[in-house]
């Protein structure tokens, strides 16, 4: 074997859902927001001035950090912005975790932390939620190099209460906490208020759900400045600008039109709680989501065949094929037309496998 082939870094890569894009196709298994961004995107990008990107943007993505800051009360230093939340957990990874013992989280999560553990060399250890997919605070007493968790949670859609949270940092004054909101805005509250007394707590959200702007790549992270600083360093070490003129441009209009944004989560809140009634009518269980999904089960149906039916209907929901979650699907909650398309072809796959 050639020298260079066994020197190439060997990694298992996080496997994102499919993207398909086809004109008439329902598609609810990547937790993108059906609705479009608020109108002043569309605005701004069409007024780009393309002249100024013969120049760098601003490094630290201002003045959309500014305005993140402003419209979550916190000082500008406490902001970090990103491609996407996902940049901004590898570089929290990469920053913050980097200590002999392992770091915790979930072992039903999302799927990326341990991707980032291995490719960073981080040790982790995993943290079972107990039957109703509940986190068990207790086991997050022992020491650890750190912790990481979604709230909700990713795929199960469980919302963890600030006391849980709380508590959690309460046992863990020695490690950096970070709490991945990137589905808080469809009803749960966000741990923002606890930073106020918890200099380790990481809070990291995204455009990409709430704002509707999964393409734009738009994420970032509130924390004590001490944090922000030590993620801009490492960031600087490995690309200074990350955040283009476009996605800072587009970022800015989304945030400065709350009213759209309130009224887009409630939209989607609002078919949630509809889709629990109807789907818990046709004898689905799942737990209670306070995300833009629900992630259920049933236990008269091979949830396997039923994912297939729907792609042969041009329906994509998401499904994995790891033993704990193998019989449950994570339906991301679309427009209440799509979700009746969906409903329809669940009640025809019921009719042809009675
Ligand atoms: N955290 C969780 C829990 C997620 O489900 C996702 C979406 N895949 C992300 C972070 C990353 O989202 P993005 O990079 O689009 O901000």
């Not at 069409?46 to 201002?62: A, H, I, Q, S, W």
């Not at 849980?164 to 950096?176: C, F, G, P, Q, W």
């Not at 707590?201 to 738009?218: D, E, H, N, W, Y």
């Not at 991301?332 to 329809?344: H, R, W, Y």
Request: hydrophobic share 40%.
């Amino acid at each position: 074997m050639n020298e260079w082939i066994k020197n190439i870094r060997k990694v298992v890569p996080y496997t994102a859902g499919e993207q398909p894009n086809r004109p008439n196709m329902i598609k609810l298994n990547t937790n993108e927001c059906p609705y479009s961004p608020a109108p002043g995107v569309e605005k701004v990008i069409k007024e780009m001035d393309v002249e100024k990107f013969r120049l760098y943007p601003n490094m630290e993505g201002r003045p959309l950090i500014d305005k993140i800051a402003r419209y979550y009360g916190v000082d500008t230093d406490m902001v970090f912005a990103g491609v996407g939340s996902d940049d901004v957990i590898a570089n929290a990874f990469l920053t913050f975790f980097n200590s002999d013992k392992p770091i915790f989280f979930p072992d039903i999560t999302y799927s990326f932390y341990p991707v980032w553990a291995d490719l960073y060399g981080v040790k982790y250890e995993t943290k079972k939620l107990d039957k109703d997919f509940r986190m068990v605070k207790e086991d997050y007493y022992e020491p650890n190099g750190g912790i990481i968790f979604p709230n909700p949670n990713a795929p199960t859609s469980v919302y963890e209460s600030l006391e849980t949270i709380r508590d959690i940092l309460e046992h863990n004054k020695d490690s950096i906490v970070i709490v991945d909101e990137a589905y808080i805005d469809f009803g749960g509250e966000s741990a923002l208020p606890l930073l106020a007394e918890y200099e380790n707590l990481l809070i990291v959200q995204t455009f990409s759900k709430s704002r509707s702007m999964a393409g734009m790549r738009i994420g970032f992270a509130i924390g004590n400045e001490v944090l922000i600083k030590a993620m801009n360093d490492v960031k600087y070490s490995i690309n200074s600008y990350t955040l283009n003129m476009t996605s800072i441009a587009a970022g800015c209009a989304a945030v400065e039109d709350k009213e759209y944004f309130e009224t887009t989560c409630q939209k989607i809140i609002d078919t949630r709680e509809k889709s629990k009634k109807i789907m818990s009518d046709m004898g689905f269980e799942f737990p209670d989501s306070k995300a833009n999904f629900i992630f259920a089960t049933h236990k008269d149906y091979d949830i396997t065949k039923l994912y297939q039916f729907l792609r042969t209907k041009d329906i994509y929901v998401r499904h994995w094929d790891s033993p704990k979650i193998k019989d449950y699907l994570r339906i991301t909650i679309g427009t209440d037309a799509q979700m009746e398309v969906l409903f329809e072809a669940i009640k025809e796959f019921m009719k042809i496998s009675k």
